[in-house]
């Protein structure tokens, strides 16, 4: 490619891949966490694929464009998020599997002051809570289900501000109250043996982001130009195979 022509694709190409950019900023974020389930409590069996043990894995997708109810306060941000179709925690472990129902309530701490009485727990940490939240199982269960996480930074590095986060890392963070590796608590409850009534930590071991296509990709994309430089590499490939047999 000539260097007039690089010029003219890149003069195209910034302004699609600034507006992807926005628009991936703006769209939900998902992460993918991995790790066993640790059993807590149960009354009777428990449900098909949860075990001590049992592998499990998680989803949680939040819109990072969900607003701040604190914009006041720059070290404790409170989000609330509206669309149940993009902002949702799944769990799955065998057959089973557990999705928040309604609005996710997020809050998000850096640096919390330790002299603040409001300070939630009164630990002067990076934090990142999911209030307990009803889910909905794949199998009979008490009418009381809540899916939450409490993750705490002691040493206070996993935050810059109080946003909502781009990226976690479970070597940051502990449970502040058993001091334990993070963990999603799934919990149900009610005097009814006929239904299954179990709480349990799913420990997490991992964490990823699940991929999204990159925003100069998707500008390629909108201009078809991998379909444009992959044709034309095709036919330099033929041209060039066609003149080694010819020369053989």
């Known amino acids: 490619m000539s260097v ?7 003069m195209c190409l910034g302004p699609l891949v600034l507006g992807a950019s926005s628009i991936a900023k703006a769209a939900p974020i998902q992460y993918r966490m991995t790790g066993t389930i640790d059993v807590q409590f149960q009354v009777g069996p428990l449900p098909p694929g949860i075990f001590q043990g049992a592998p499990f894995e998680a989803i949680l997708a939040y819109d990072l464009a969900t607003p701040d109810n604190r914009p006041n306060d720059p070290q404790r941000g409170l989000y609330s998020t509206t669309n149940v179709e993009d902002n949702f925690l799944l769990i799955r472990a065998g057959a089973s599997e557990m999705r928040s129902v309604g609005n996710l309530s997020f809050e998000v701490g ?3 002051d330790i002299d603040d009485p409001m300070a939630i727990d009164g630990f002067p940490d990076d934090s990142f809570i999911l209030g307990g939240v009803p889910f909905e199982g794949n199998f009979e269960h ?3 289900a809540i899916l939450r ?9 996993a935050f810059a501000s109080d946003e909502l986060p781009m990226y976690l890392n479970p070597d940051n963070f502990v449970d502040p109250f058993s001091l334990a590796d993070p963990f999603i608590e799934v919990s149900t409850f009610q005097f009814d ?3 299954y009534q179990f709480t349990f930590h799913a420990v997490v071991d991992s964490i990823t982001v699940v991929p999204e296509p990159t925003a100069i ?4 994309s909108a201009l078809g130009m991998p379909s444009v430089f992959n044709s034309k590499r095709r036919q330099r ?4 195979h066609g003149r080694r047999r010819a020369s053989v």
């Open 4 to 10: 007039r022509l690089r010029l003219i694709v890149a």
């Open 237 to 240: 490939a033929s041209f060039l």
């Open 110 to 112: 850096n640096d919390r």
């Open 193 to 195: 043996p006929r239904v």
């Open 217 to 220: 990709g998707l500008a390629c």
């Open 142 to 144: 008490s009418s009381i």
């Open 149 to 157: 996480f409490r993750l705490y930074d002691p040493t206070r590095s």
